[in-house]
């Protein structure tokens, strides 16, 4: 900065006040400034700035993946509203294997002196004998007052929050979520009134993280709420998990219509998997949904554009993720927020894959 002062002619407070973007330069001046800033190639040290300024103006957001569209909306939902209020986004997607590098992250993000953090889904906790680590640097962020807002279920976020010793009434710790039982449970109970009763449940992913995989959970629950209520026997054989994507879906449906006795529906716990299930079904031969119906989970824009068309739950993760970010605005600023959890609504849509 000071650089920049001497080439422009100016005092290093002048430069200051043109970079905050403050109205008290002259035209002129600012002007000057700009001219010498960019001759320099000057950039300026956030962390450096944050040392004074006590604001980096950066957040960080952590995904369960980036490969996943219904997070590629997310974060292109956050990166838009951060951009629109003069913030920068860093990034990371962590790791179910090497669960201690996921609190690498949270490390390195303290170094950075983010102003806040947004975490899609809890990340794997380490297992107790390594907790120490964890703990210090959330602690440190909590005395720093750095501001949280999660995604994911309650219990997943209680459990973050007992893990490391964290109030429940702690006000920089948000929670948004959806009734992921409810919506299964819908879906299924669809299913059931077009007349099927052998549905085979999808489900994506790691099922057994630590903690355990409650999101998966609470679909299954759903769907076994909706098989008890209509008097249909639960089959365990009808449960299959698969990878992540397409070719998981197109894997997981080979299994279970080989059966002597298929299915007849498919629910998947997400809609690149159950796309898989879709185009697996239909290069086979079978009618959809004549002969098998396919209901997804989160909406993304694949669904509507796929022949045919996907039925899926939809998730409102665009108003998700502008909660997300407005509400750790609003944190980051000193403010608080009228609740701790707040819980959105899904919805069933049917296209051309159900009846």
Same mark, same amino acid.
């Given at each position: 900065?000071?650089?920049?002062?001497?080439?422009?002619?100016?005092?290093?407070?002048?430069?200051?006040?043109?970079?905050?973007?403050?109205?008290?330069?002259?035209?002129? /001046?600012? @002007?000057?400034?700009?001219?010498?800033?960019?001759?320099?190639?000057?950039?300026?040290?956030?962390?450096?700035?944050?040392?004074?300024?006590?604001?980096?103006?950066?957040?960080?957001?952590?995904?369960?993946?980036?490969?996943?569209?219904?997070?590629?909306?997310?974060?292109?939902?956050?990166?838009?509203?951060?951009?629109?209020?003069?913030?920068? *986004?860093?990034?990371?997607?962590?790791?179910?294997?090497?669960?201690?590098?996921?609190?690498?992250?949270?490390?390195?993000?303290?170094?950075?002196?983010?102003?806040?953090?947004?975490?899609?889904?809890?990340?794997?906790?380490?297992?107790?004998?390594?907790?120490?680590?964890?703990?210090?640097?959330?602690?440190?962020?909590?005395?720093?007052?750095?501001?949280?807002?999660?995604?994911?279920?309650?219990?997943?976020?209680?459990?973050?929050?007992?893990?490391?010793?964290?109030?429940?009434?702690?006000?920089?710790?948000?929670?948004?979520?959806?009734?992921?039982?409810?919506?299964?449970?819908?879906? *299924?109970?669809?299913?059931?009134?077009?007349?099927?009763?052998?549905?085979?449940?999808?489900?994506?992913?790691?099922?057994?993280?630590?903690?355990?995989?409650?999101?998966?959970?609470?679909?299954?629950?759903?769907?076994?709420?909706?098989?008890?209520?209509?008097?249909?026997?639960?089959?365990?054989?009808?449960?299959?998990?698969?990878?992540?994507?397409?070719?998981?879906?197109?894997?997981?449906?080979?299994?279970?219509?080989?059966?002597?006795?298929?299915?007849?529906?498919? *629910?998947? /716990?997400?809609?690149?998997?159950?796309?898989?299930?879709?185009?697996?079904?239909?290069?086979?031969?079978?009618?959809?949904?004549?002969?098998?119906? *396919?209901?997804?989970?989160?909406?993304?824009? @694949?669904?509507?554009?796929?022949?045919?068309?996907?039925?899926?739950?939809?998730?409102?993760?665009?108003?998700?993720?502008?909660?997300?970010?407005?509400?750790?605005?609003?944190?980051?600023?000193?403010?608080?927020?009228?609740?701790?959890?707040?819980?959105?609504? /899904?919805?069933?849509?049917?296209?051309?894959?159900?009846?």
């Amino acid at each position: 900065m000071k650089e920049v002062a001497d080439h422009a002619g100016v005092s290093i407070a002048t430069v200051s006040l043109v970079l905050n973007g403050k109205t008290t330069v002259s035209e002129a /001046t600012r @002007e000057k400034v700009l001219a010498c800033i960019e001759s320099l190639n000057y950039r300026p040290n956030m962390v450096a700035r944050g040392f004074k300024t006590k604001k980096t103006m950066a957040i960080a957001v952590l995904l369960p993946t980036i490969t996943n569209p219904i997070y590629a909306t997310f974060i292109h939902t956050v990166e838009y509203l951060a951009h629109e209020n003069n913030y920068q *986004v860093i990034l990371f997607s962590y790791d179910h294997e090497n669960i201690l590098s996921n609190f690498d992250y949270l490390t390195d993000l303290y170094d950075r002196m983010v102003d806040g953090i947004i975490i899609c889904g809890i990340p794997p906790l380490p297992a107790p004998n390594h907790l120490k680590k964890a703990k210090q640097i959330m602690q440190a962020f909590s005395e720093r007052k750095t501001p949280f807002v999660f995604y994911n279920e309650e219990e997943q976020f209680s459990v973050f929050l007992d893990t490391f010793g964290i109030p429940k009434d702690d006000g920089n710790f948000m929670l948004l979520k959806i009734d992921r039982e409810q919506a299964v449970y819908e879906a *299924v109970k669809h299913l059931i009134c077009s007349g099927h009763t052998r549905i085979g449940f999808i489900g994506e992913g790691v099922v057994n993280t630590y903690p355990q995989n409650i999101p998966y959970q609470k679909k299954l629950s759903g769907y076994k709420r909706a098989l008890a209520e209509a008097a249909i026997p639960f089959s365990s054989e009808l449960i299959i998990t698969g990878t992540d994507g397409y070719q998981g879906g197109s894997d997981c449906f080979a299994h279970l219509s080989s059966l002597k006795n298929p299915p007849t529906a498919y *629910v998947g /716990t997400g809609d690149t998997i159950s796309l898989g299930i879709l185009s697996a079904a239909t290069k086979s031969g079978f009618s959809v949904p004549g002969e098998v119906s *396919v209901i997804g989970f989160d909406n993304i824009l @694949e669904a509507s554009f796929w022949n045919p068309k996907l039925s899926t739950i939809s998730v409102p993760i665009k108003d998700i993720g502008k909660a997300a970010f407005t509400n750790l605005l609003l944190l980051m600023g000193g403010g608080t927020v009228p609740f701790t959890i707040k819980s959105f609504d /899904t919805e069933l849509i049917i296209r051309e894959s159900s009846h």
